[in-house]
């Protein structure tokens, strides 16, 4: 035996030695971030407080008793890290980017920072922690009464150790002075917590050490032959038949889920992560600890078995054994490292749920009920530090009152699976929120709800056999008899022992809840722009809510909020940007940027709820948020895009296409009227230079025939004049070259005018122009000028193709019938022959009969005059011999 | 001896005209058809030594009246002069197709027709 005094003398030596490590750590730090503190081993070390005194008592007493069973709470662990790239990668990158403090305010976080959430959670985890930390009590307890007991009295002890209290009331005192003095000097803004890691990285390191030493003590001093050691096997450990059995499967799912979701170890997992490369290095390292440190497990137990007399308590076996058999050494190093591991996991859980108690349900409350001091300075930071204390001490106490009324039953494992299968209950929530977009808050809280009274009611009340709140009988029978309500057989399902129907029903009514109830509602914007931050955050890691939620502010008001959480050092940094001139409404940036800083310290919830006192109004960008919308969404509307766009491109190709045949069409009429135009000029100059080369080489001429020559010359000349005026004509006519007067006339004058123009030409070949029927206040829309040039064209030829011996024209106007008032042109000449009547309006057209000098342009440009104001001119035959032309022209009635 | 025939089919009144008066001048005896129809009927009649042939004509086009010509165990021989102009690249490889002897472009010049007109008359009564 070791004197008490010097145990305690030990003790606190050690503690120094720590706060020593811390203080270095929290120095090293500050001077340099990405040291040694930050390397994947110490990381790496500081996940290795899931074995808590659980593992290092527990795991020979679970082995004396149930065989391999204990190897399950390390294989499932060892899975979840070796496949970490499934899950934990994500996880903890997220928790990462996004500053989490803690499990409740990821899931908090996720599920629209949604504080219903959050605190459901931390009570969730207040509650099942409770049993956890009496355990870590208990052991303490018990290896210090062991170590400082007379060897004797507690071989001769035929049943467990009765636990001396006042001994338990001082360590639960001591672990509080500790874990404050630790864990909450500051409310960290990054929520590292350096110094911490760091000392509990060397216990990590004391207790592996201190376990093997036993192991090894065991192996070369106490069972120096092998013979000595398998000669009393237990049974269990003996009948492979057990093995991977329901409670085995089930066993591992819980180890498995609760190296995840337990508040210390997502603390140290997520939370205190800084690179990837820590969790790429812990995926091989923590299964290599975990594997070291159970090596001499079932050598210890057996040696315990064979050695000790029937009877003696096997969570004990680590201290018990050399402290019986003369290594007193061992045994003070088995002692350390059991108290290395107790105290470390208390204070990793009690800070992280100091911190969960604080930001989800202080400091909510106390926002709402506008207890927050508002005075200036470091009130409000220290109104958080105080809250975070109490909490230390709240949660170790109530870890206390848990071992005071459970003092009769449950060895450590048992206790500890208890524990487990209530801070499990978050999973489906942590899952969902990492790979379903559509799952809500709503159906979070049912979840998580159920989860945690199913698992209340089955086990967590039972553990306590009648002393708390359930008595002794419902647990045997079910409530009021009903027997089907029996919390270790809901629905008659009895065939699973307690532990495996509790995680059953819990996990199972959990998720379906959490999917049916998520499934009844949409997620709120919030939730859904969380989700998409969440689930893809390896595609876009730089997303921020800046953009998809607008929001307003006075920075003053901002600012406010900041110095008093963040205190004056950071809120200078965040405000003051050099000189630049402050702004009296706060930017997005700067709202959101407050925002992070804030979630850092309390929580997403709660820095939200801060926020939003003093934001004045908040909108969310419809077309941000469904620019962040699924993926699927996207592509579904990029190929509805690139559909139309190539619908849109057939049909500006086939418009294309449309208008380069017509423009060749337009080419080729271009060509022929060239060509034809070249002909019908080459013509007369053909004329021209023959008989001006007839009359300069022949002046021997009489005068007569050099008169007539001349009059070709003349008359050819004139041709040609025509011919370029008619050019000109129909080229001025072409569409979108030029607009005439258009005015609202009497079509009659212009008719008028013709005759008046072409009675001298009349005259001359002897022709009668007869102005017949006319209309009485007909109104076109048009050109007088240039329908005068069309009647005048008519006309005109009307007379020069008239060959009868009494030639007449005659000219009638009426308003006829659908609104158009028509011109006819009558001659009693030849006529036109009907093949012919549609070819006079080509350019160019030769009839049958030599022109009279025209230039075959007459009609075409008549025909297009006529055409331009919305009527048109055709030929038909006239009721006599004879050629009739009619214009047709739209009344206008205004 | 008969003066050598020549047949000029030109639906222009004053390039007839002109033609006539030239080649008269150059002592050929000139007839003259404003359209195919008439040239055909012409030729039928009397014996050319050369046929100046418009190739724009109404009616039988000019190109009708070649091979019409040379289509003739009668006339297939008979110099034929086509009038062509610029721009009528087509018919005129048309009409060397058929067997067109010669081309003068409009206008010409009265000087180089009359040259052409007494070579191929030449030849023709070689």
């Known amino acids: 035996m070791h004197q008490a005094n010097f145990v305690v003398f030990v003790c606190i030596t050690y503690v120094a030695i720590l706060f020593a490590v811390a203080f270095a750590g929290d120095r090293r730090a500050r001077k340099n971030p990405a040291g040694l503190l930050s390397s994947p081993l110490v990381y790496t070390l500081s996940i290795s407080i899931y074995c808590s005194s659980w593992t290092f008592f527990g795991s020979v007493g679970s082995a004396a008793k149930n065989g391999l069973e204990f190897l399950t709470i390390y294989l499932g662990p060892t899975i979840v890290f070796a496949g970490w790239w499934l899950f934990l990668r994500k996880l903890v990158t997220v928790g990462r980017v996004h500053h989490t403090t803690s499990i409740a305010d990821f899931i908090s976080a996720r599920f629209g920072k949604s504080p219903v959430l959050g605190a459901l959670i931390t009570i969730l985890a207040l509650v099942a922690i409770t049993p956890y930390i009496a355990l870590q009590l208990k052991a303490l307890t018990a290896s210090f009464q062991v170590i400082t007991y007379p060897a004797g009295a507690v071989v001769a002890a035929s049943r467990p150790l009765e636990p001396d209290f006042a001994v338990a009331f001082w360590l639960a005192a001591g672990l509080c002075l500790f874990s404050i003095v630790f864990g909450v000097r500051n409310i960290d803004v990054n929520e590292r917590h350096h110094g911490v890691i760091a000392a509990i990285a060397v216990e990590a390191l004391v207790k592996l050490v201190a376990f093997m030493a036993v192991g090894l003590w065991v192996f070369f001093v106490l069972s120096r032959t092998p013979d000595l050691m398998f000669r009393n096997a237990p049974a269990s450990l003996m009948s492979p038949e057990e093995g991977f059995a329901a409670r085995w499967v089930a066993l591992c799912f819980l180890s498995g889920a609760a190296v995840i979701c337990l508040p210390r170890q997502f603390q140290v997992t997520v939370v205190e992560n800084s690179s990837e490369e820590q969790i790429r290095t812990a995926s091989w390292m923590f299964p290599l600890y975990l594997l070291l440190i159970n090596l001499f497990v079932i050598p210890i137990a057996m040696a315990g078995l064979n050695n000790l007399p029937p009877g003696s308590d096997p969570d004990l076996f680590v201290l018990t054994l050399p402290m019986t058999n003369g290594g007193e050494t061992v045994g003070l190093l088995a002692f350390l490292g059991g108290f290395s591991s107790a105290t470390s996991m208390v204070i990793v859980s009690s800070i992280a749920l100091s911190t969960m108690i604080s930001n989800h349900i202080v400091m909510p409350l106390a926002l709402r009920f506008s207890l927050v001091p508002t005075g200036g300075g470091q009130s409000a930071r220290n109104f958080i530090l105080v809250a975070r204390r109490m909490s230390i001490v709240f949660t170790i106490f109530l870890g206390f009152t848990y071992f005071w009324i459970s003092r009769t039953s449950g060895a450590l494992a048992s206790i500890g699976l208890i524990s487990f299968c209530g801070l499990i209950q978050p999973l489906p929530s942590l899952i969902a929120g990492l790979y379903w977009h559509r799952a809500t808050h709503r159906g979070a809280i049912a979840g998580l709800a159920a989860g945690f009274l199913i698992w209340a009611y089955t086990l967590f009340l039972p553990s306590f056999k009648g002393a708390f709140l359930m008595s002794a009988d419902v647990i045997a029978n079910g409530p009021f008899g009903l027997n089907w309500l029996n919390p270790h057989a809901l629905f008659g399902l009895d065939a699973f022992d307690p532990l495996v129907h509790a995680l059953f029903w819990s996990m199972t009514v959990n998720t379906a809840l959490l999917v049916i109830v998520s499934l009844l509602r949409e997620p709120t914007p919030l939730t859904r722009f969380q989700a998409t931050l969440f689930i893809d955050i390896f595609r876009r890691q730089t997303e921020s809510e800046l953009g998809v939620i607008r929001r307003t502010a006075r920075v003053s008001e901002l600012r406010q909020i900041a110095d008093r959480i963040l205190g004056p050092v950071e809120s200078v940094s965040l405000f003051d940007k050099g000189d630049v001139e402050p702004a009296v409404i706060a930017s997005d940036e700067l709202i959101t940027l407050v925002e992070t800083r804030l979630a850092a310290n309390v929580g997403a919830a709660s820095a939200r709820s801060l926020v939003s006192r003093v934001v004045t109004s908040e909108t969310i960008s419809v077309d941000e948020l469904k620019r962040l919308a699924g993926e699927a969404e996207q592509i579904r509307a990029y190929s509805a895009e690139l559909e139309s766009k190539s619908r849109q491109i057939e049909a500006t190709a086939a418009e294309l296409a449309e208008a380069n045949d017509r423009l060749r069409e337009i080419d080729v009429q271009k060509d022929e009227f060239l060509s034809q135009v070249s002909h019908e000029v080459r013509t007369p100059m053909t004329s021209i230079r023959s008989f001006s080369e007839i009359l300069l080489k022949n002046r021997d001429l009489d005068e007569s025939r050099k008169l007539h020559f001349l009059g070709i010359i003349q008359s050819e000349s004139f041709r040609l004049t025509r011919l370029l005026d008619g050019i000109l004509d129909l080229n001025f006519l072409e569409p979108g070259t030029q607009t005439w007067e258009v005015t609202v006339f009497d079509p009659e004058t212009a008719i008028d005018q013709a005759i008046e123009t072409c009675e001298p030409l009349a005259r001359a070949a002897g022709v009668r122009i007869k102005r017949g029927r006319r209309s009485r206040n007909a109104r076109v829309l048009g050109s007088r000028d240039r329908l005068t040039q069309v009647f005048i064209n008519l006309v005109s030829n009307a007379i020069k193709h008239n060959t009868s011996a009494n030639p007449e024209v005659v000219v009638t106007g009426a308003a006829g019938r659908k609104g158009f008032y028509e011109a006819r042109v009558t001659d009693n000449g030849p006529g036109i022959p009907l093949k012919d009547r549609e070819l006079i309006f080509t350019k160019f057209f030769r009839g049958q009969k030599a022109r009279q000098g025209g230039v075959g342009l007459g009609l075409p440009i008549s025909r297009q005059i006529v055409e331009r104001f919305g009527g048109d001119l055709s030929c038909t035959s006239a009721k006599t011999k004879g050629a009739e032309f009619v214009v047709r022209l739209p009344l206008r009635f205004d | ?126």
Request: with cysteine; net charge negative.
């Open chain 2, 1 to 126: 001896m008969s003066k050598t025939r020549v047949l000029i089919v030109e639906d222009e009144p004053h390039i007839v005209e002109s033609l006539s008066f030239i080649l008269q001048r150059a002592d050929f005896e000139v007839d003259t058809a404003l359209d195919g129809t008439e040239a055909l009927r012409r030729l039928s009649r009397h014996i050319y030594s050369v046929l100046i042939l418009d190739i724009m004509l109404p009616g039988i086009s000019g190109l009708d009246v070649l091979r019409a010509v040379r289509s003739d165990r009668a006339l297939d021989r008979l110099p034929v002069i086509v009038l062509t102009a610029k721009g009528q690249a087509a018919d005129r490889s048309a009409a060397e197709a058929f067997g067109a002897t010669a081309f003068i472009t409009k206008p010409f010049s009265n000087t180089e027709i009359v040259e052409r007109v007494c070579q191929l008359a030449a030849g023709v009564s070689k």
